[in-house]
């Protein structure tokens, strides 16, 4: 074994420069001293200053959700006037009353309507007023002007309010420059300092409103010029500064408040003052400036004397004292160190007895110690060391660094041997075993000088099992990201400090960017944009704070190329073992393509709207024949509300639907089928109202669902009507002219036949003896000439279509329908009887009562006819009451069933066969009974007597 090293000199050494470190540690303990009072001081200040400022932002924080508040109630206003036709004003004391603002929203002075008013308007403005239960009401000040806008409701009507009810506050600057701004923003809008109408008492506030325009409904407010000629009024509410920032502001005594409107501070534009003016410093101070409305409010915050006195600490002089205190115990200890030195000399000698002692202790250290020269030879070592190389204690005498040193090639060895200084480096490398294995290890080393000479301190320790654990993990990490990089989701895991520690390979796809180029980056301040960084930040700090797991979250990232894309982000802390939050991992989903198809799928729907909206035809879409959905015009024709229409199948019994030539179901098969269908068909509401209307209808596949139609249904009932009546008129034209010819061509004739009648009837009267026969014979011509003379001038008058209203008695008209169709019944043995209770006049269209008689005796024959019943007989009775003219007409043809009843006046409803009969003439004569003579039409059936009951208004116009 080669010399040992004289370990007690460097003991001593070692002494010396123990005694100048306890030297350098006083010194430092008197500057720590020094300082700890400032620096305590300082800790303090700034921790009264946060608490400053968490109350300063509850505050601020407090007062801006307030006011978001009373613009909500204001927009319920709008609501009310929007959903009603007419707000008059005791459904707004009502409305104002429910909400009872005065105790859910305290600070209002109330809330109002303000009107815009025309000069041409004001008188009429102020009639509707008194009417509504303000006698005196005038809109206030006088004088004329281009623009009002008067307060006409403002609620509650207390004794402050009352005051204000018909100012013009358009005449005033700036409480018509908010009125503009609200008007042409569409947003709520706050005026400046105002002093309000309602101030009547020695406690006068300054005032502020804030308005909210309501326009037209249905008009465009897109632009400004749309929303000014949109625009009605304002719904509006006063605010007393004073008694609405005192219930808004928290109920604080640290903290005094100043509020001015604007940037400037001055008392013309000072809104609210917590606290009276006074000397006092304030320690503590902050400055905001906030938007109420669209106006810039400047808030200046003071600390107040309780919060300064609760805020100044006695801990920095307790800091200082303790400095002190420490800074003797130091001195202590350095003196009483120097003093030992004598003794510490004495124990110098005691220092060789030990030495082997020591290179006991060294040979027994379970690292491997060794010592080597500049050269690179083993000179001390400890036993452990020798025996992890698998060397003996007389073949370590011989050994250099070279021969168990197995990865470091021997010139880089040479120069790391070299670089090595007093400070301590650890490395990680292979040794050989002397059997030709070899075994990771850690080396920490360091030079030392021993009597001006260098050596290397070295102490391995053997790391195989820590390299495998690490070999081990490596390979779980490099499995745990093969898994990351096959998800098509983006994984992200940031630090505390929002840096990027991991992304997968569908992060780096998405953004551009290599893994490299990302990891170790702020993912805030490179990845997303910049107008959305203080937001994430914000949301960051506090998942980071609570450190729990947030919802859904959605937001955009910025690629390598610009390009903006939307992620969905789910977001899940990090704890280490000893549950320390450590970061965030986010799994994100590209959504970007999702949101564009989904805004242009909007887009659709609302191109779709508008068109579905405005066709000016009913459209239904039907599923399986249920009502899916339905335009404004399919409610309209239905009467109906949409929560009751959609749902309910087209075939409800709520109504009935007739077609023409088929029934509706039939329709309805064949369009499912995929054959577009066109019918007219009638729609019966069975809601009591006996609603009947004609409806034009269109069937169609809806694109290729087979389950879906679309139905389009037009209201043709009052063109049809006229269409129906401009028919008949024009062939009672053509008629009367026809008969007008035929009256021409027949006169003459007959004015000869009763010329040569009465002739021969003077001739034989004449005779010494007549022949009575010849007599009776010739009076019948004359009266058959006669009757065919006036036949023909009756159908001429029949047949006239601009016969106005006239009185006529109802057994004329009865007489004369039985007339023109007696040569009708008489030739199928039918027998018509006449029974006159009453005999009213009627005040009515002549012609067209007799189109219905007619139309009834003409049914009433088709009965008799398709059921092949002789010798019928058809009874017309008449009656009256107080206002009405009745007409009753009976047959004996069999009756009618009760489905066939309840269907009878439905248009294109008809019994007979569909060449015969076209299903309008009882709806017609329903249509002229009813709308043009505003009487009624009924029909009922008693056994095998059907029974047709007529009601005509009697000796008087109807209007």
């Given at each position: 074994m080669p010399k040992k090293l004289p370990w007690y000199r460097l003991i001593q050494r070692s002494y010396i420069l123990s005694q100048l470190n306890l030297i350098f540690i006083v010194l430092i303990s008197v500057v720590i001293a020094s300082f700890v009072w400032l620096l305590s001081k300082n800790y303090f200040d700034n921790r009264a200053q946060e608490l400053f400022e968490v109350k300063v932002h509850t505050n601020i924080d407090h007062l801006e959700k307030r006011i978001l508040t009373y613009e909500h109630v204001l927009r319920s206003g709008v609501a009310y006037f929007q959903g009603s036709e007419n707000v008059t004003a005791q459904e707004w004391h009502q409305f104002i009353q429910t909400l009872e603002i005065k105790k859910y929203y305290p600070g209002m002075q109330g809330m109002g309507f303000s009107l815009m008013i025309r000069p041409d308007e004001v008188a009429m403005v102020e009639q509707k007023m008194r009417r509504e239960g303000f006698p005196s009401f005038m809109i206030k000040p006088g004088g004329v002007r281009d623009q009002y806008s008067s307060i006409l409701y403002l609620e509650p009507q207390d004794k402050r309010n009352l005051q204000a009810i018909g100012y013009d506050m358009y005449c005033e600057p700036i409480r018509r420059e908010a009125m503009q701004r609200a008007r042409d923003t569409g947003l709520p809008a706050t005026s400046g300092r105002v002093k309000l109408i309602q101030e009547i008492d020695a406690d006068i506030q300054p005032g502020i409103l804030m308005y909210l325009p309501l326009y037209k409904i249905g008009k465009k407010i897109d632009t400004i010029e749309e929303r000014r000629g949109a625009l009605i009024g304002f719904i509006y509410s006063p605010f007393?500064?004073?008694?609405?920032?005192?219930?808004?502001?928290?109920?604080?005594?640290?903290?005094?408040?100043?509020?001015?409107?604007?940037n400037k501070k001055s008392e013309g534009r000072l809104l609210y003052r917590s606290s009276k003016p006074s000397f006092y410093v304030s320690q503590h101070h902050a400055h905001r400036t906030i938007k109420i409305g669209g106006r810039l409010?400047?808030?200046?915050?003071?600390s107040t004397p309780e919060f300064d006195e609760a805020m100044d600490s006695k801990y920095p002089v307790l800091l200082t004292l303790g400095g002190v205190?420490?800074?003797f115990i130091l001195l202590t200890i350095i003196v009483t160190l120097i003093r030992s030195r004598e003794m510490i000399q004495i124990k110098t000698n005691e220092v060789e007895i030990n030495r082997e002692w020591l290179n006991s202790l060294l040979k027994s250290a379970t690292d491997g110690i060794h010592i080597l020269d500049s050269e690179g030879k083993l000179v001390e070592y400890s036993s452990s060391f020798i025996r992890s190389l698998g060397y003996s204690?007389?073949?370590a005498q011989t050994l250099t660094i070279f021969d168990w040193e197995g990865q470091i090639p021997k010139e880089s060895l040479l120069d790391m041997m070299n670089s090595i200084t007093q400070y301590p480096v650890t490395f990680e490398t292979r040794h050989h075993r002397k059997d030709g294995t070899s075994f990771d290890v850690e080396i920490t080393s360091r030079e030392i000088f021993l009597e001006g000479k260098r050596y290397l301190y070295g102490s391995s320790r053997d790391i195989s099992d820590r390299k495998n654990v690490e070999k081990a993990l490596r390979y779980e990490k490099e499995a745990a990201q093969n898994y990351l990089d096959i998800v098509d989701v983006i994984i992200v895991v940031v630090d505390t400090n929002k840096k990027v520690k991991l992304i997968n390979r569908k992060g780096c796809e998405i953004i551009g960017y290599t893994a490299n180029e990302v990891i170790g980056k702020n993912w805030i301040k490179n990845f997303l944009p910049e107008r959305i960084q203080i937001e994430i930040n914000e949301i960051a700090n506090k998942f980071i704070e609570r450190g729990d797991n947030t919802d859904y979250y959605?937001?955009?990232?910025?690629?390598?190329?610009?390009?903006?894309?939307?992620i969905a982000w789910r977001n899940t802390s990090l704890f280490d073992p000893n549950g320390k939050f450590i970061g965030i991992l986010s799994s994100g989903e590209d959504i970007t393509n999702i949101r564009q198809a989904e805004k242009k799928l909007r887009e659709s729907e609302e191109f779709y709207k508008t068109i579905f909206s405005s066709v000016y035809e009913a459209i239904f879409i039907l599923e399986k024949n249920i009502i899916v959905d339905c335009n404004g015009m399919a409610l309209q024709l239905f009467d109906m509300n949409r929560g009751t229409l959609i749902g309910t199948n087209i075939l409800d019994t709520a109504w009935n639907i007739q077609c023409e030539d088929m029934n509706f179901n039939t329709y309805l098969d064949i369009a499912y089928k995929g054959k577009p269908i066109f019918a007219r068909c009638s729609l019966v509401m069975n809601n009591g109202t006996d609603s009947i209307k004609i409806i034009e209808v269109a069937l169609s596949g809806f694109g290729s669902d087979a389950?879906?139609?679309?139905?389009?249904?037009?209201?043709?009932?009052?063109?049809?009507?006229?269409?129906?009546?401009?028919?008949?008129?024009?062939r009672q034209a053509q008629m009367g002219e026809m008969i007008s010819m035929i009256a021409h061509q027949w006169r003459q004739p007959l004015a000869i036949i009763n010329a040569i009648t009465s002739q021969?009837?003077?001739?034989?009267?004449?005779?010494?003896e007549n022949n009575p026969f010849v007599i009776e014979k010739?009076?019948?011509?004359?009266?058959?000439?006669?009757?065919?003379?006036?036949?023909?001038?009756d159908y001429r008058d029949f047949f006239r279509p601009d016969k106005p209203k006239e009185y006529v008695s109802l057994s004329l008209l009865v007489h004369q329908a039985l007339e023109l169709i007696d040569h009708t019944l008489k030739s199928h043995g039918i027998k018509g009887e006449e029974i006159i209770n009453n005999d009213p006049n009627l005040f009515t269209y002549r012609n067209e009562v007799l189109q219905v008689l007619i139309a009834l005796l003409k049914n009433s024959l088709d009965a008799f006819t398709e059921k092949g019943i002789k010798e019928g007989t058809i009874t017309i009775s008449i009656d009256q009451d107080d206002e009405y003219g009745i007409v009753t007409i009976c047959d004996n043809a069999g009756g009618i069933a009760p489905d066939v009843i309840a269907r009878l006046f439905t248009p294109y409803f008809t019994t007979k066969n569909t060449n015969i009969g076209t299903g309008l003439g009882l709806y017609m004569s329903k249509t002229i009974i009813e709308e043009h003579c505003h009487g009624s039409i009924e029909v009922r059936s008693k056994g095998q007597e059907a029974i047709f009951t007529i009601k005509i208004p009697r000796e008087k116009e109807v209007l």
């Open positions: 007393r500064m004073k008694n609405l920032l005192n219930t808004i502001v928290l109920n604080d005594s640290l903290v005094n408040f100043e509020v001015y409107d604007g409010w400047s808030i200046d915050l003071s205190f420490l800074y204690e007389e073949e959605e937001n955009p990232i910025l690629t390598k190329q610009g390009e903006e894309r939307l389950s879906k139609l679309i139905l389009i249904a037009r209201d043709i009932t009052q063109k049809l009507a006229e269409e129906k009546i401009f028919r008949i008129q024009t021969l009837q003077l001739e034989e009267v004449m005779k010494g010739l009076m019948k011509i004359e009266q058959q000439s006669i009757h065919l003379s006036q036949t023909i001038s």
